[in-house]
């Protein structure tokens, strides 16, 4: 078991040799070290093959989604496909009682009908340079303020030379707590259209209920395509635009997979933390998870209420409500895992080993190194919990907050921005958001989620470190409700038609008495208060630990020289490879590779708000005619979902799950619940991603949307 638990945060090469999952997020210029190793385990490509920077190669297939998710190229006409969660909020923006497009469904039967996505950007990632030797030369020898400004000033000189094309952005990025760096140029694409969107019953089906676990029967999946300026280079919306022609797209393999086949699913990850130490893994499971899944069940035991009274409210709070549920139900899973697992218990054998290795003269450089870090995670826990708590409030929280925000400069500046003729096209801005805010606004649910939300914040933020007028106030009433009552009956901006009515009067002396309106002072003061009193210690104290892991991980490498190390996920484009398995997280239990249509049905409950479904869609499946995308056979299936052993995280969503042939066979949607930890630990024997098969997703294209026109534009390989 020691020796299993060593694994949780780096691969023996003995383990190389069974050929089984592979722990890591690979940097694709990385790739040619892995080469024989994925070969061998069923892939029929090369490393150049995956990652070029001089042809045409699977990494031109793979797409940044607006910022959070990724997607793949599925088509020379500028097709992509991701996750229906990942275009969630552009479904719900096009959505109204009248056309409700998260309930039934859309479909652009031509490319009129396509619908544009305001601020909605695709990224393809130019090249990646490995420019560690010349970054780390110009900062040999420096520390604290002298480092970062010699960083800044070789990160713009690298910069400047490598960015003679107009049309490149990106930087340079670190990796390994600045043990490597790399710069990264991009392209961006701002013309980027909802084409294609199952109804929720087939995007979302299985809910809250579902989320993170399997079986999964889920076509997590929506359709969109990119547009161009008529050179192909990114432009603004424009109707003469015309679809991209990506550099490369995927072809799409109906032959589908089996359990034991390679797979590949290659994205953009979010964060993993598998340097923690011990005390920081302890932290996670009985502070910082419990303090944040108490907030969202608050929060969503108001916003679930109100989705069920009424279609408006179910569509006005769907998306709200889908991410707050996500990270919540996801804590909870990773809390169970690393209980389980004993990580608490694991790392601190790692550590003990470490310790006993820069004990001796050899490796005496990384001595007090883990104490180093604990010393500074003693000082950055209240801080963490109070950063935590600030964004759960105001980022996850009632709408009223960040709205007063959007006319603050507004409201402080009236007069001086009137006088530089500033003022019209500011207010044109804000009063063009209040319009979209109102959309999707209810003043009762948002006192609902302010009330539950400031009483759990004030409770829970470490002792000294909450805004001082805010708790004044709060404490100023016997109830919570009776706070939020005043807070509401006293702000303006809880009602979007009325704060309209008066910016549009523009009388100077109406819009100043704002400045007292609770919602601005609230924001005003929550702001302040973490960028003067939080932002700094936290910084302060994530720097003293980022410096300690990164002598932590290189000494790791120098004391373990047969091991392999993996780098940290930081949201860069990543390769991750495995096979189609299932597992067997607890005792008794047998996770199969694969789901079928037989689990939708079986599932199926009328009028059940996870798992109900349209009944042309319960007739299509009981009929079964798969067409060319059923198993072989007399009793021919259609597969749903596969889970596979790829090391995946936030950030993959979307992404491409691709065969030995560089082919797709799926999208990337999910990890089981017994998986959730895997950002901290990775297990190999039960860490399992999620991913929606390729054949499901255009059956239900095809057959169910009648959409074959999308189909007949992919690449299909039988």
């Not at 933390?273 to 302890?282: F, H, M, N, P």
């Not at 603050?408 to 096209?425: K, R």
């Not at 980022?546 to 020289?561: C, D, E, I, Q, V």
Request: hydrophobic share 40%.
């Amino acid at each position: 078991m020691a020796t299993k638990m060593l694994a949780c945060i780096m691969v023996s090469l003995c383990f190389v040799t069974t050929l089984q999952a592979k722990e890591g997020m690979w940097i694709p210029t990385l790739l040619q070290a892995l080469e024989d190793e994925m070969q061998a385990m069923g892939l029929r490509l090369t490393a150049e093959d995956i990652y070029s920077i001089n042809q045409s190669s699977l990494k031109d297939a793979v797409v940044h989604f607006g910022g959070g998710c990724t997607a793949e190229m599925v088509s020379s006409e500028g097709l992509l496909l991701t996750n229906h969660h990942c275009g969630y909020s552009q479904i719900q923006y096009h959505s109204s009682v009248e056309n409700d497009y998260l309930k039934d469904g859309f479909w652009a039967m031509n490319r009129a009908e396509e619908l544009p996505n305001p601020g909605l950007k695709a990224t393809f990632i130019h090249r990646i340079e490995d420019v560690s030797e010349r970054v780390l030369n110009a900062l040999q020898g420096l520390e604290g303020e002298s480092r970062a400004e010699a960083r800044k000033k070789v990160y713009a000189e690298i910069e400047a030379e490598m960015f003679v094309d107009a049309s490149l952005t990106g930087g340079v990025v670190e990796f390994d707590f600045g043990n490597q760096y790399f710069l990264i140029s991009k392209i961006t694409y701002n013309d980027v259209r909802l084409v294609g969107a199952p109804p929720s019953a087939v995007g979302k089906f299985g809910g809250d209920t579902d989320n993170w676990i399997w079986p999964r029967h889920t076509g997590d999946f929506s359709v969109f395509r990119i547009y161009a300026g008529e050179d192909n280079s990114p432009a603004e919306y424009s109707e003469s635009n015309v679809p991209f022609v990506p550099a490369h797209h995927f072809p799409i393999s109906i032959e589908g997979v089996k359990d034991g086949d390679f797979t590949m699913v290659f994205g953009f990850p979010g964060r993993t933390e598998q340097y923690l130490t011990s005390d920081a893994v302890k932290h996670v499971i009985e502070t910082l998870n419990p303090m944040r899944i108490a907030m969202r069940d608050a929060s969503l035991g108001v916003i679930n209420a109100a989705r069920s009274s009424s279609d408006e409210l179910r569509i006005a709070y769907a998306s709200k409500q889908s991410s707050i549920a996500n990270a919540w139900k996801k804590w909870m899973g990773q809390s169970m895992g690393l209980k389980e697992l004993d990580a608490v218990g694991g790392k601190i054998e790692l550590e003990d080993k470490f310790k006993s290795f820069a004990s001796t003269l050899e490796f005496s450089e990384y001595e007090g190194v883990i104490e180093a870090i604990q010393k500074a995670n003693e000082g950055y826990y209240p801080y963490l919990e109070a950063r935590a708590l600030f964004f759960e409030l105001v980022y996850y929280g009632p709408d009223i907050l960040l709205h007063a925000l959007e006319f603050g400069e507004i409201v402080e500046n009236y007069d001086e921005l009137l006088e530089s003729g500033e003022l019209s096209e500011k207010l044109k801005l804000a009063l063009r958001t209040n319009e979209e805010y109102a959309k999707n606004y209810n003043a009762v649910v948002d006192e609902g989620i302010f009330r539950v939300l400031s009483e759990g914040y004030l409770n829970y933020i470490p002792e000294g470190l909450a805004p001082q007028n805010f708790k004044e106030e709060f404490n100023s009433f016997n109830t919570a409700e009776d706070y939020a009552a005043d807070f509401y009956e006293n702000s303006i901006f809880d009602n979007p038609n009325e704060l309209e009515v008066l910016f549009l009067k523009g009388k100077s002396k109406s819009i100043k008495k704002l400045l007292n309106d609770p919602a601005l002072k609230l924001i005003n003061e929550l702001r302040s208060h973490y960028v003067t009193q939080i932002s700094p210690t936290y910084s302060r104290a994530k720097g003293e630990i980022k410096t300690a892991t990164a002598a932590y991980s290189k000494g790791l490498r120098m004391m373990f020289p047969d091991e392999e190390f993996i780098v940290d996920a930081n949201s860069t484009l990543r390769l991750t490879f495995g096979r189609v398995e299932g597992s067997s997280p607890h005792d008794g239990m047998t996770y199969e590779a694969l789901s079928t249509t037989k689990g939708i049905l079986q599932k199926y409950k009328p009028g059940h708000p996870d798992f109900d479904l349209p009944l042309d869609l319960v007739e299509a499946l009981r009929e079964g005619d798969w067409g060319q995308y059923g198993t072989d056979g007399k009793d021919s299936e259609l597969i749903v979902c596969f889970t596979g052993s790829n090391h995946t995280t936030g950030g993959n969503s979307g992404s491409p799950a691709i065969n030995g042939d560089g082919e797709l066979v799926g999208i990337n949607f999910d990890r089981t619940w017994e998986s959730t930890m895997s950002d901290i630990l990775f297990d190999e024997s039960r860490c399992r991603n999620i991913m929606v098969d390729i054949r499901y997703v255009l059956w239900i294209i095809d057959h169910y949307a009648g959409a074959g026109h999308l189909v007949k534009e992919m690449t299909i390989v039988e």
